[in-house]
């Protein structure tokens, strides 16, 4: 039996969220300090579900890195494996917050400087890929170096001992301005013919495959890798589609009154892989297993923070408990 459910590579930085709802960032005064960062979100939602996590990235040496190791380490995370960085700082996110509608941000991850894009080879600890059932990467993780290479090395460990590795493409334009579309395109596609399983928003399919639309997207990737065993498609409030076991599964998203949109795909990766390790082994589907996933997605929209707000199961079950009573 491998000793981790999930172990992440990705980034762990710092989210400022404003309090000063319906604000904009020249604006706002009042901000409240979460850790944040898709990967840091993920990892804390999986542990949520009673998953065991590690997590491998690198943080700032200074208070705010000891911040995320800490709140991370009492969330039940393993950081054991975070490397701490003199030289580097922490990527820092300011968000103001609009009721219902995409929040205005701003992401301060300094070329060079961001301490989870200089991750080395030398930082992967194998065994503990090797002692994992998921390796879990981001798109962002690709967009410098020595990250992008690091992610490569960890993929390929994962594939030699037969530990799955799921792709979230993570698409953040800001973060790419330095690399070429072709570039982008190539860097993705190294992690896309190895991956088992891929989720993403249509945008960052795009971005991710260079294709004109979602289509030709999935065909695209159908061609490159075909040993897969999913894809998935994200829609935020609308619904979302996984490509599994040769059908077409799509399920609606829930209907809630949305306080901020950041922090959704996060819950819905967090729900998914522990439906995917542990429900679906159990007799659920995946379109069961996609509708939680949902579900953990609509509870986090609802809340201010992402690390914070991530569910647990039972907190989730009650959510469609009650939700579907009212429909």
């Known amino acids: ?10 980034r762990a930085g710092i989210d400022l969220y404003s309090d000063d709802l319906g604000a904009p960032l020249d604006q706002a005064r009042h901000f409240m300090k979460y850790v944040g960062g898709t990967t840091a979100n ?3 939602g999986c542990v949520r579900y009673g998953m065991k996590v590690a997590l ?34 922490v990527g820092i996110a300011l968000a103001a917050i609009f009721l219902g509608k995409d929040p205005e941000f701003i992401f301060y991850r300094p070329p060079g400087l961001t301490a989870d894009l200089r991750i080395t080879k030398d930082d992967i600890p194998v065994d503990v890929i090797r002692d994992s059932k998921v390796l879990e990467v981001t798109g962002t993780g690709l967009t410098e ?12 460990i994962a594939k030699a ?26 860097r993705y596609l190294s992690i896309i013919k190895h991956a ?16 004109s639309n979602i289509d030709e997207a999935i065909d695209y990737v159908r061609r490159v890798n075909k040993s897969m065993k999913g894809m998935i498609i994200t829609r935020g409030s609308e619904d979302v589609t996984a490509y599994w076991g040769g059908q077409v599964i799509n399920v609606p998203a829930f209907r809630v009154n949305i306080l901020k949109t950041l922090g959704a795909g996060d819950a819905f990766l967090a729900a998914f892989l522990y439906g995917y390790l542990y429900l679906m082994p159990s007799g659920w589907s995946m379109k069961d297993v996609l509708r939680f996933a949902n579900a953990a997605a609509a509870i986090v929209v609802t809340r201010h923070s992402c690390s914070e707000a991530m569910p647990t199961f039972d907190e989730v079950m009650m959510f469609i408990k009650n939700y579907d009573k009212k429909v």
Do not use: C
């Open 1 to 10: 039996m491998k000793r981790y459910d999930v172990v992440l590579i990705g």
């Open 56 to 89: 491998l990235t690198k943080v700032s040496k200074d208070p705010l890195g000891k911040f995320i190791k800490d709140y991370l380490s009492r969330n039940g995370v393993d950081t054991s494996y975070i490397k701490e960085d003199p030289e580097a700082f």
């Open 42 to 44: 993920t990892a804390v």
């Open 161 to 186: 001992n037969n530990t799955e590795v799921l792709f979230n493409l993570d698409w953040r334009e800001s973060l790419w301005r330095s690399v070429k579309s072709d570039e982008r395109i190539q």
């Open 196 to 211: 088992d399983i891929i989720v993403g928003g249509v945008p960052e399919w795009l971005a991710a495959t260079g294709a």
């Open 145 to 156: 170096t020595p990250s992008y290479e690091t992610n490569l090395y960890a993929v390929n």
